[in-house]
């Protein structure tokens, strides 16, 4: 089959692979109708997470149709037609029974590799780097499934793959960083960074019932499409943040903030240069610019929800701020198959329509400009879906042009 | 020995090798029985706690007295001309203690020590006899360095007594299930080469005796027989082989009820002394064969095959989990497949709905 392979930082190629096979009774093989590049997928491809090998097939949100079941599959028929979540879990360890799925004791056969890096190990993710388990990933043709009969969601058929694709990580994701905020009516809650993820925070703010949200970005396509999603903003670079979010709330700063950022952050020059710097040098892992303005931003006894990625160690993190000022830090990788459900149901009900944050689509065939696209934002481009069975005649960059972007 | 109500003890401890466990046999104590001196193999932990110790001590006295000759030549009681002398002694110390923090197991830095402790006592007696010693005061540094001397001794041997000892290894791990179904499906040997990767086979010959067959390193085959000394139905099981093995080992393996009846604490002690001895267990090592991180990952599958049903594999792991075994994460070729050491399939219990393990 083709699958998109990691090479090295910044080298991705579709390339010729072996197809999956069925190892566990509980697997899955899906044949994959669309599979997305995702903003932790760049943290791969600039290689700011160790233990990738080269060959390692990226991609963790997939969808299709099942083609191959393990006898231990019962809940599922070859023909279904499935969304994967990212995180790997088993059903039936201590975490998984408290719903607590991207920590399933489980799904990670490299265990002790991420038990080095972080004291403890989460679950399995698919096409991950090896110290989340090693398993090939969904920018392919065909993806083995783990424990298929506790992950995939079947799909009802008059919903289009590009409405549900995002139940995989981005919507739950998003709206797991909104639900650690604990919001209450009349609340107002700041996000910063307004990428795919944070896209679905601004919208699942207000469906959990918060009154103000204030997004933070420097993007303007993506300021505009959080404006679009009800959404105040402040652009970075025109304004001091800090000062921009007092002025908004009176000083007392926001309820609750979102960190949809994670270590790859940009911010003001001078601090981006020295936490670059540092990074460089493999004095810190991470940039954690978005995290500090987050921590000094929310107000006195307020939450911070952070749901954007880090992988190792940072510098400089206010810690006095948090302690004093009676903060509570809330985070996770998404336990995706808690919300899949619960999400569906609100697309079914039109609440939301997940397929607005695509800008372009494409074949999988072009992954490596996918890739580009995304990770320097040229022309516009917010979200790449991928398309094993895409026509390439259609359009030089598969740009969709029902979305128009107002600068 | 069967599985009945049968007790007894078992410490490696005591023994100094493990074919000396030979003589240990099981007692039947009842009421006396402690899992917690079921562990197998420890002395030279504290022995090396107290060389840590000394090795301070020989830094820090080293460094007074190279630093401050004269302090020390007046707190002894011996004449300050001897400064010089008094440095190089600070110089031996330093180099003692050096010794032993750069030694895995410090047993000729702490023989060092001995040998210094004497120089030092004969330097004493020398002072004593100089009509300008301090008498009171020699007689003072000399109870001290007497004292030091005896702790150096007595450290000294209990590093030399265990030179021989075997590889020790221990893990624990969580199980989702309660101790009564960890410890049956532990207890049926044959079980165990579903999980542990270098096991071929186990076969129970029944009265506690088994015949286990397992990969040695560069392709060998080792096997050994086996008996159980303790058998403490969902409490305890601890083993060793028999004369004549090709590998001597024991081990003990306990479970505990986890608090709020979350499961079971599975903890192994295993200790065994390797193909090829101390010089095959550093090879082995060079290829990634660290024996807690093998016992780490045998847990781990242990976990997965009573929890889950099966060995969990993902791309990357198909042929071990060590660094230089992980494949790319990419699907493996029919070729590959074949080559894996160890397909899920071949370690997979039927699981019925409810979540408990039936037999194959």
């Not at chain 1, 009516?185 to 204030?214: H, K, M, N, Y």
């Not at chain 2, 088994?210 to 990969?215: D, M, N, P, T, V």
């Not at chain 2, 040695?216 to 000394?229: K, L, M, S, Y």
Request: hydrophobic share 40%; aromatic share 8%; with cysteine.
């Amino acid at each position: 089959m083709r699958a998109n392979c990691w090479y090295g930082k910044t080298m991705v190629s579709v390339s010729d692979v072996p197809d999956p096979q069925i190892l566990n009774q509980r697997d899955a093989i899906v044949k994959i109708t669309s599979t997305a590049i995702c903003g932790s997928d760049l943290h791969l491809y600039n290689h700011f997470i160790p233990t990738m090998k080269s060959g390692d097939i990226l991609g963790h949100e997939f969808m299709g149709e099942v083609v191959e079941l393990g006898r231990e599959v019962t809940n599922l028929k070859v023909g279904d037609r499935v969304v994967v979540p990212f995180p790997i879990a088993c059903g039936r360890c201590f975490f998984c029974k408290e719903q607590m799925f991207s920590l399933c004791e489980n799904s990670n056969p490299n265990a002790w590799m991420a038990e080095k890096m972080f004291g403890h190990s989460p679950a399995g993710i698919f096409g991950y780097s090896h110290l989340t388990g090693g398993y090939a990933g969904g920018q392919a043709e065909y993806a083995r499934v783990p424990f298929a009969d506790v992950g995939p969601i079947k799909v009802p058929d008059h919903l289009s793959d590009e409405q549900v694709l995002f139940l995989s990580d981005i919507f739950p994701t998003g709206y797991m960083g909104a639900e650690m905020c604990d919001i209450k009516p009349g609340d107002t809650i700041a996000i910063w960074g307004c990428g795919p993820v944070g896209q679905f925070s601004i919208r699942s703010a207000f469906l959990l019932g918060a009154e103000r949200v204030i997004a933070i970005d420097q993007v303007p396509e993506r300021l505009q499409m959080a404006e679009d999603g009800g959404a105040e903003t402040i652009n970075y670079e025109e304004q001091n943040v800090y000062e921009a979010l007092m002025e908004m709330t009176g000083g007392r700063g926001p309820d609750a903030c979102i960190d949809d950022v994670g270590m790859e952050a940009h911010g003001p020059t001078a601090i981006f240069a020295y936490d670059r710097l540092k990074q460089a040098a493999g004095l810190e892992t991470d940039r954690p610019h978005a995290l500090r303005e987050a921590i000094m931003c929310c107000r006195n006894g307020g939450i911070v929800s952070v749901i954007g990625v880090y992988g190792g160690f940072v510098d400089k993190f206010p810690l006095g701020s948090l302690m004093n000022r009676s903060l509570t830090i809330k985070s996770g990788q998404a336990h995706v198959q808690r919300y899949m459900r619960p999400l569906l149901q609100m697309i079914e009900n039109g609440d939301i329509d997940p397929s607005f944050v695509i800008t372009h689509r494409m074949s999988l065939e072009d992954a490596p400009r996918g890739y580009d696209m995304f990770k320097n934002k040229k022309d516009n481009c917010i979200k790449v879906v991928l398309k094993p069975d895409w026509d390439r005649t259609n359009g030089a960059n598969g740009r969709d042009e029902s979305y128009t972007v107002v600068h | 020995m069967s599985t009945n109500q049968q007790t007894g003890t078992f410490d490696l401890g005591e023994a100094s090798s493990v074919s000396e466990l030979e003589l240990q046999a099981p007692q039947s104590r009842g009421a006396n029985y402690s899992v917690e001196r079921a562990r197998p193999g420890l002395p030279s932990s504290s022995a090396k706690r107290l060389a840590k110790g000394l090795g301070w001590f020989s830094i820090g006295l080293g460094l007074a007295e190279l630093l401050a000759p004269r302090a020390i030549a007046n707190i002894s009681g011996v004449s300050n001309k001897h400064t010089g002398l008094i440095r190089l002694y600070g110089l031996r110390e330093i180099g003692a203690g050096i010794t032993i923090f750069a030694q895995e197991k410090p047993t000729e830095g702490v023989w060092s020590r001995v040998v210094g402790d004497a120089i030092d006592l004969a330097s004493l007696g020398v002072a004593a006899t100089n009509p300008n010693a301090k008498l009171g005061r020699v007689a003072f540094a000399t109870a001290n360095v007497l004292a030091v001397t005896a702790l150096d001794v007595v450290c000294a041997m209990q590093l030399s007594s265990s030179t021989n000892r075997g590889i020790q290894a221990k893990g624990s791990c969580f199980i989702n299930l309660p101790p009564e179904e960890v410890y049956s499906f532990w207890r049926n040997f044959e079980n165990l080469p579903r999980f542990m990767r270098h096991l071929e086979s186990v076969r129970d010959l029944g009265d506690g005796r088994s015949h286990w067959k397992a990969k040695g390193p560069a392709g060998t085959e080792v096997e050994w027989h086996a008996t159980i000394i303790a058998d403490v139905p969902n409490e305890v099981i601890t083993w060793r082989s028999l004369e004549g093995s090709d590998v001597d080992n024991a081990g003990a393996v306990r479970f505990e009820r986890a608090a709020g009846n979350r499961g079971t604490i599975l903890k192994v002690n295993l200790e065994y002394n390797p193909v090829g001895g101390v010089l095959g267990a550093a090879v082995a090592k060079l290829f990634g064969e660290e024996p807690e991180q093998q016992l780490d990952d045998d847990l781990r599958r242990f976990k997965q095959v009573l929890e889950v049903g099966e060995v969990v594999v993902s791309d990357a792991t198909l042929l071990g989990t060590g660094y230089t075994a992980q494949r790319p994460g990419q699907p493996a070729s029919a070729k590959e497949l074949e080559s894996a050491e160890m397909l899920p399939s071949e370690t997979a219990t039927n699981y019925g709905s409810e979540g408990r393990y039936t037999e194959r």
